[in-house]
């Protein structure tokens, strides 16, 4: 569980993920199939455990990355690259508001695992058992921070503490929140790649 100063409630609306049905019992909810990542721009954010900042950062951004059980290295692909190339960031020479990622900025980054994305309501106690179990999933959130300081300078990529109980404070700036799930082009065949 976490506790996050700042952070507005993020509705996922399921129903847009995919057409395959998640119980028979209820017809309207579908499963998510992909990696998922809430992108916040932010002025500064931290990452608290047992009373102590573990990591922070000033301006850039703040990363909540959901794993879901079926992800693959395409997906954690997919999201580095998105993540750093989104252009979030005004340009202050030529005065265009969305302009520049967070590379050309050389701002921080700042990871947090989150598999509370993929909660699913049953009445009202969500359910996680779409999230990739925390044994698989620590070696695979930890990939995914090394593919994130391999794309870009290392000493600029933060993260929490997988698996426990954060505090994550932040200062959103705008605000601005995007989502991204990696569905969009990472399981494709044809070998196509988006371009950014």
Known sequence: MYCISGLPSVAINIAR???TPLHNHHPKLVQVQAMRAVVQRVTSASVEVDGSIVSEIGPGLLVLVGIHEADSESDSDYICRK????????????????????MQKNYGVLLVSQFTLYGIMKGNKPDFHVAMPPQKAKPFYESVVDKFRKSYNPDAIKDGVFGAMMKVNLVNDGPVTV??????????????????
């Open 17 to 19: 993920a995919n057409k």
């Open 83 to 102: 993540v750093l190339n989104m252009r979030l960031f005004p340009n202050e020479n030529t005065g265009k508001g969305w302009d520049l990622n967070v």
């Open 179 to 196: 989502q991204l799930d990696s569905s969009q082009t990472s399981k494709n065949t044809n070998g196509t790649v988006e371009e950014s």
